[in-house]
């Protein structure tokens, strides 16, 4: 049974850092690329950044360029989103994604807030 847990939300000043993790399990993770996602209250689900299977090329949002970096320890089968210089509109749901059978987890909390 395929599962993706996500991890490692929580609240946060603007300006600090957080660390999401997606813990996979029942599938061959290291053959496939992954992703995170953010859905912002009362607005739509949007792409935050990509990983390809090895890891060797990511993808990001423009508007988190810069600031968060996607990684992925496919030893320990689990998805990184290093998020730094957090910003009010960073806050959201993070979902992490199984793209080639666009499986979801269910979501982790981030609130940046003063």
């Known amino acids: 049974q395929v599962h993706l847990v996500e991890s490692g939300g929580g609240l946060v000043q603007p300006g600090g850092s957080l660390r999401l993790s997606c813990a996979a399990s029942?599938?061959?993770?290291?053959?496939?690329?992954m992703s995170w996602y953010r859905q912002a209250l009362g607005k739509q689900r949007e792409f935050v950044a990509s990983?390809?299977?090895?890891?060797?090329?990511?993808n990001y949002a423009d508007s988190v360029k810069g600031r968060f970096t996607i990684s992925r320890d496919n030893g320990k089968n689990t998805v990184y989103l290093q998020m730094n210089s957090l910003k009010p509109e960073d806050t959201a749901v993070y979902y992490c994604?199984?793209?080639?059978?666009?499986?979801w987890g269910q979501g982790t909390q981030v609130t940046v807030s003063s």
């Open positions: 029942g599938f061959a993770f290291g053959r496939e690329a």
């Open positions: 990983i390809t299977k090895a890891g060797a090329i990511t």
């Open positions: 994604r199984r793209p080639m059978y666009d499986y």
